[in-house]
């Protein structure tokens, strides 16, 4: 019974679940209606680069590669993060997750040539809790390159997981997923914890900024008991001290 009680109902990312959608419920907030509803949002205003070079990020001898991360610098970071304050990025995510935030293995990640199939190419969900990406596109729309995948609505989906293959979904067809295709600025958001990702089948590279956010408090995963070691472990970065 305590067993039973444990997996269903005292689960910290269950209840993290239920305190979402709970608290989407009571508190709704207008501006975010349409990242809430589908579980993806494109901003409105573009990211603008002009004070940043990403040069050194971008720079590979060849792109015989699936995908390659180069982790971006506190330097730039302080710089991308102070913009995506101004033009009112950070608030969205502070008003999704209604909590603290912290964030982590920032880089700029870039597709290469190869095709694949496994891992991280098939559909999924992060296993994480929730958590929200944003992809800052590098390139000019290229419909022949690879979109983000996403289940709209999977994210407010109750879901336990036990085993890396319960958060895989290899069996579910591309036509059921919405393509997303940035061009040059636009800044993407997705919730992880919906299923996302498909098939790498194309072979035209193309890069972002690849920035991942996570809430803390009680239901999360990042909480009043571990915050010192996990910040340690994942390298958090406090965007309160990183901006302000
Ligand atoms: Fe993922």
Redesign the pocket.
């Known amino acids: 019974m305590i067993d039973f009680m444990k997996k269903n109902y005292l689960n910290r990312k269950i209840l993290q679940q239920y305190y979402f959608n709970f608290y989407h419920k009571i508190f709704f907030k207008k501006k975010i209606k349409d990242f809430l509803e589908k579980g993806y949002y494109i901003f409105e205003k573009n990211f603008p680069f002009e004070n940043i070079n990403l040069d050194k990020y971008l720079k590979y001898p060849n792109h015989n590669f699936v995908a390659e991360r180069k982790k971006i610098d506190l330097k730039d970071l302080k710089k991308i993060y102070s913009v995506l304050s101004e033009i009112g990025v950070i608030s969205v995510i502070k008003d999704y997750f209604g909590t603290k935030i912290y964030s982590y293995d920032n880089s700029v990640l870039t597709l290469g040539n190869k095709k694949c199939y496994s891992d991280?190419w098939q559909p999924?969900?992060?296993s994480k809790g929730r958590r929200i990406?944003i992809y800052i596109w590098l390139d000019a729309k290229n419909f022949k390159t690879h979109p983000l995948y996403y289940l709209k609505r999977t994210h407010k989906q109750i879901l336990n997981w036990e085993k890396y293959e319960q958060t895989r979904f290899s069996n579910i067809d591309k036509k059921e997923f919405n393509e997303i295709y940035g061009d040059k600025g636009n800044i993407i958001f997705f919730d992880?914890h919906g299923i996302?990702?498909h098939f790498k089948e194309t072979n035209v590279p193309r890069s972002v900024i690849e920035l991942t956010f996570e809430p803390f408090g009680l239901f999360n995963r990042l909480n009043y008991k571990n915050i010192k070691s996990e910040t340690e472990r994942l390298s958090l970065l406090d965007l309160e001290e990183l901006i302000y």
Do not use: I, L, Y
Request: net charge neutral; no cysteine; aromatic share 0%.
């Open positions: 991280s999924h969900h992060d990406k992880t996302h990702s």
